[in-house]
């Protein structure tokens, strides 16, 4: 898609706007403009206290265009937000007219939309009143401006001041038994690199006792801790007990502790029994549908006889929360399938239910393959249908976020029973506090406590991206070098 910008709106934001309306599109330098070439031509004007913005989009024989004008005391005086808002207003409309779609969330872009929310409710407004202004400033629609306030408010229940001054912990197993036709993520599954796993868990392990060491040193208790993937339960049972005895010897006491295990097809008792053995609070069992023929589709090894084994054993070990996740918009499913999936699982009464939406992953079998549907009337609907059904079998939505090229462009909302929110899940999207991350493609993120503006400071530290690289730089005695990186950065970061 051809981008042309005249006037100072930053490039990025408009090709944001874009993909809105058309998921999975890309922005090649010098694209050849053809009849049937995407093109969007953007025009920004500020003007005697106001700001004014026309977007034209043509292509493929279609046209359109619409124009937006606000003055800049609409927007508490920001010029910054008000070229901001009255360009994705414009685009906004002129996208409705050329693909028919009204997108729900209006134009809030960003990956965290229940941000606005709570930005607003820390100037003083009530749930209500965050609901209307996020109709009217952001055009978003009804149902999603009432689901971006409950979930602000649920967050501002759970973020306390003690939480901001805690930390938690991520450790990555980015292997999977299989990989699914929609996924992007870096995990592994071929038997070659499967056989990385023994050395990997070795480093892996070394890797959490510094940090450990480091955490203890810089005086923070562990709030919480994840194991995520890939699938950490690819790992069989001794490398498990294995990796959960050497997070059982730092000394943390989380008050949640999570083991993403995912897959059916990996789970067993002798896991499950050992994870709870290690203090496993929370468990995830995520068949992403109960449709045969789906999950066949997506190139899932299971059925949905297997999630049901799957879910009895994780129901029978002990462990106080489970997770099941769910996907709307895949490739192949309906509204009716979603809904008999969704009330399914209701029926198992888990204490947590995350529904996802498809996502076109730039890498993924469906992006290359184009087997998707970028509008997909059908996530819309199931979409739809999760945020009424859910609450009203009383799950309450607690976390919420937004990914690229998704479908529809919806979101990914996790709910819960009241009580069982999944901490992790808010501490890590919402940047409450520091999170240490141990593992290939892992990332640590320091976060400092609030100014008084409610500000905070970022840094990030990237791991390797891939177990060999991960693992090569352990032979090649560089380890100790990025736990040294790592410890200094943090001391200065906190002022140690």
Known sequence: MIIEIHGNIKPYYVQTLAMIFFPGVRFPENEPETESTLKAVVTVAENGGGV?????????????????????????????????????????????????????????????????????????????????????????????????????????????????KECSVYIGIPFCPSRCAYCSFVSYTSPKLLALIPDYLEVL?????????????????????????????????????????????????????????????????????????????????????????????????????????????????????????????????????????????????????????????????????????????????????SQETLPSRGYLPYYMYRQKNTVGNLENVGYALPGHEGLYNIYMMEEVHSIFAAGASSVTKLVSLPDEEGNVRIERLFQPKYPYEYLDEWREGEKQKRTDSLRKTAFEFFGG
């Not at 499950?272 to 190139?299: C, M, Y």
């Not at 009337?377 to 739809?384: F, L, Q, Y």
């Open 52 to 164: 004014s913005s026309n977007v034209k989009i043509s292509g493929n024989g279609k046209d359109s265009s619409a124009n937006a004008s606000h003055p800049v005391s609409d927007f508490d005086g920001d010029l910054e937000l008000a070229v901001k808002a009255v360009c994705g207003e414009a685009f906004i409309r002129a996208g409705e007219q050329y693909t028919g779609i009204t997108p729900p969330w209006g134009i809030l872009t960003g990956v965290r939309p229940a941000k606005v929310a709570t930005d607003l409710i820390d100037r003083g407004f009530v749930p209500a009143d965050v609901s209307k202004k996020l109709q009217t400033e952001y055009l978003v629609s009804p149902s999603k401006a009432d689901m971006a306030a409950r979930v602000a408010a649920a967050e501002k229940r759970i973020i306390t001041d003690d939480a901001r």
């Open 205 to 385: 392990k070394e890797d959490i006792c510094r940090l450990a060491d480091l955490i203890s040193r810089l005086g923070m208790a562990v709030k919480t801790v994840y194991i995520g993937g890939g699938t950490p339960t690819v790992l069989d049972e001794r490398q498990l007990e294995s990796l959960l005895e050497c997070v059982s010897g730092t000394g943390w006491r989380p008050e949640e502790f999570t083991l993403e295990a995912g897959r059916p097809d990996t789970i067993t008792i002798a896991k499950l029994s050992t994870a709870f053995e290690h203090g496993i609070t929370r468990v995830s069992v995520n068949p992403q549908s109960l449709n045969d023929d789906v999950l066949k589709a997506i190139g899932r090894r299971h059925d949905s006889k297997m999630f049901y084994e799957a879910y009895s054993i994780a129901e029978k070990s002990g462990i106080r929360d489970i997770n099941v996740d769910l996907i709307a918009g895949l490739p192949g499913d309906t509204e009716d399938s979603f809904r008999s999936t969704l009330d399914s699982v209701i029926a198992l009464r888990p204490t947590n239910i995350t529904v996802h939406t498809f996502s076109v992953k730039k890498s993924s079998e469906f992006r290359q393959e184009g087997r998707y549907d970028a509008g997909s009337a059908t996530a819309s609907a199931s979409v739809e249908y």
